[in-house]
Nanobody, 123 residues
Framework: QVQLVESGGGLVQAGDSLRLSCAASRRTFSSYGMGWFRQAPGNEREFVAAISWTGGTTYYADSVKGRFTISRDNAKNSVYLQMNSLKPGDTAVYYC????????????????WGQGTQVSVSS
């Protein structure tokens, strides 16, 4: 069983920054790609960013490209999401997930999920 625990969410103003963290419970973390998704009230869960197991390749949704940066530290079994220039439209619960196989942007490619952390951006 793999446990993923997100942290770092909060209430900020538009233009502010936040850094989300996701800690994994197992040392095999370094063998898997990881992703961040988000879900706003009344909306479907959507892809935000993903990173390969080496950290050498990253993927971003168009809506966050240039503002968000995903990174990982395999020695700490952790993945991060640096979010800059936040907008009210970024308000959502953010989830990290472990990629099993397939397209990095698809929910079905991920097999383990964290419980989520709330990010709220006021205008």
């Amino acid at each position: 069983q793999v446990q993923l625990v997100e942290s770092g969410g909060g209430l900020v103003q538009a233009g502010d920054s936040l850094r989300l963290s996701c800690a994994a419970s197992r040392r095999t973390f370094s063998s898997y790609g990881m992703g961040w998704f988000r879900q706003a009230p009344g909306n479907e869960r959507e892809f935000v960013a993903a990173i390969s197991w080496t950290g050498g390749t990253t993927y971003y949704a168009d809506s966050v490209k240039g503002r968000f940066t995903i990174s990982r530290d395999n020695a700490k079994n952790s993945v991060y999401l640096q979010m800059n220039s936040l907008k009210p439209g970024d308000t959502a619960v953010y989830y990290c997930a472990r990629r099993r196989a397939g397209d990095y942007a698809l929910i079905s490619s991920y097999d383990y999920w964290g419980q989520g952390t709330q990010v709220s951006v006021s205008s």
